[in-house]
C-alpha cells in the first residue's frame, strides 16, 4: 500500500504544527527554504527529525555528492574508532600502574579514572596471569 501526500495541500503554520506527521510534513515542505540555524522549528532537534532531514539531505546529492558525503562519514568513524581505542590503551596504562602501586582501592582507582570496578578487575586478573 502507499499512501500519497500533496505537500502543497499542506496549509499549516509552523504555530500550528503538534504531530509527529505534521511536523514531518512541514519538514518536507519547507527544509528548502530555511537558510539560517536561526529560522529552525525547535522541533527539528528531536533526534527522529534529524534522521528524516539528513536522509532528505542525501536524496538531494548527485551520485558524485552522495559519494563524497559516505567518504567523510566513513573517515569520521574511523578516527573516532582510533580514538577511542588510543583512550582505553591510556586507561589500561593508567589503571595497571595504580594497581602496581598499590596505594589506592580498587573502588578509589576506578572512580578517578571514571571506569568500572570490573574494568580493574579484568586488568588485575591479567596482571595475576602474567606473573605466574
Given at each position: 500500500?502507499?499512501?500519497?501526500?500533496?505537500?502543497?495541500?499542506?496549509?499549516?503554520?509552523?504555530?500550528?504544527?503538534?504531530?509527529?506527521?505534521?511536523?514531518?510534513?512541514?519538514?518536507?515542505?519547507?527544509?528548502?527554504?530555511?537558510?539560517?540555524?536561526?529560522?529552525?522549528?525547535?522541533?527539528?532537534?528531536?533526534?527522529?527529525?534529524?534522521?528524516?532531514?539528513?536522509?532528505?539531505?542525501?536524496?538531494?546529492?548527485?551520485?558524485?555528492?552522495?559519494?563524497g558525503?559516505?567518504?567523510?562519514?566513513?573517515?569520521?568513524a574511523?578516527?573516532?574508532?582510533?580514538?577511542?581505542?588510543?583512550?582505553?590503551?591510556?586507561?589500561?596504562?593508567?589503571?595497571?600502574?595504580?594497581?602496581?602501586?598499590?596505594?589506592?582501592?580498587?573502588?578509589?582507582?576506578?572512580?578517578?579514572?571514571?571506569?568500572?570496578?570490573?574494568?580493574?578487575?579484568?586488568?588485575?586478573?591479567?596482571?595475576?596471569?602474567?606473573?605466574?
Open positions: 500500500m502507499f499512501i500519497s501526500l500533496e505537500l502543497a495541500k499542506f496549509k499549516k503554520k509552523l504555530k500550528d504544527v503538534q504531530t509527529d506527521l505534521d511536523k514531518l510534513i512541514y519538514t518536507m515542505k519547507n527544509l528548502h527554504k530555511i537558510k539560517k540555524p536561526v529560522q529552525y522549528p525547535q522541533f527539528w532537534d528531536e533526534e527522529w527529525l534529524n534522521v528524516a532531514i539528513q536522509e532528505l539531505d542525501k536524496k538531494a546529492m548527485t551520485p558524485e555528492q552522495r559519494l558525503y559516505e567518504m567523510v562519514i566513513s573517515a569520521n574511523l578516527a573516532i574508532k582510533n580514538e577511542n581505542k588510543k583512550i582505553e590503551a591510556i586507561k589500561i596504562e593508567t589503571v595497571t600502574k595504580a594497581l602496581k602501586r598499590g596505594k589506592l582501592s580498587i573502588e578509589e582507582i576506578a572512580e578517578d579514572n571514571n571506569v568500572t570496578i570490573d574494568f580493574i578487575l579484568d586488568i588485575q586478573n591479567q596482571l595475576s596471569k602474567a606473573k605466574s
